[in-house]
């Protein structure tokens, strides 16, 4: 039910008025249980939003993290094998930009109710409580976060990776340095604003 505020230019607050419309309107759409419905009509209102904001930013600094992270894999993968497998795996990897949200939505679903089915058949069989590890979860969202913006990251990081001339990276391993300390003392360095730039798309996707 819709529970009208005062006139605002009589109440002592105009901010709590709103802020008691849209509780009562979040309980009404079934996005907030009802339980909690008087956190935001009470004076934590305002943690309470804050506490959305904190977990909605979290969320979207972890999915940049790790779409950046897949994109300079990926990135490094392409550069190292110059092949038609490595072109064919990045057009793969990257073609989640191009597919509606709706479309990638449902095939990640699918994939992971498939993996739910087998994780029940393990915990029947182990006689544990069957629930659901996959569906409905931060995996699921982290996941489609990342398929969807991973080409929005890796332009920015094959660009800056192709600026990288191969003799450098190439002079280090005759010097004896591992690919890991390559990556980390060469490539991580002189990709840091391709990588920054990455985020930041990746960050802002998310947010949108």
Same mark, same amino acid.
């Given at each position: ?81 110059? /092949? ?9 990897? /990257? ?114």
């Amino acid at each position: 039910m819709w529970h009208p505020c005062p006139n605002p230019t009589l109440t002592k607050n105009t901010y709590e008025c709103n802020v008691l419309q849209g509780g009562h309107a979040l309980v009404a759409s079934g996005l907030v249980d009802a339980q909690i419905a008087p956190a935001i009509t009470q004076d934590e209102h305002g943690a309470f939003y804050l506490d959305l904001v904190a977990h909605t930013l979290s969320l979207g600094a972890i999915a940049a993290v790790i779409t950046v992270t897949a994109a300079f894999l990926l990135a490094l993968y392409r550069r190292s094998y110059q /092949t038609r497998l490595a072109g064919s795996v990045v057009r793969l990897a /990257t073609v989640g930009y191009a597919l509606p949200g709706s479309v990638l939505a449902v095939g990640i679903m699918l994939s992971f109710n498939w993996l739910d089915a087998w994780a029940a058949r393990i915990q029947a069989a182990l006689g544990w409580e069957v629930q659901p590890i996959f569906v409905g979860g931060v995996l699921a969202l982290l996941l489609a976060y990342t398929t969807r913006f991973l080409a929005a990251a890796f332009g920015p990081v094959e660009t800056s990776l192709d600026r990288i001339k191969p003799c450098i990276p190439e002079a280090a391993a005759t010097l004896g340095a591992r690919p890991p300390e390559i990556a980390r003392r060469i490539y991580l360095p002189m990709l840091a604003p391709g990588l920054l730039t990455a985020a930041l798309l990746a960050f802002v996707d998310v947010m949108k």
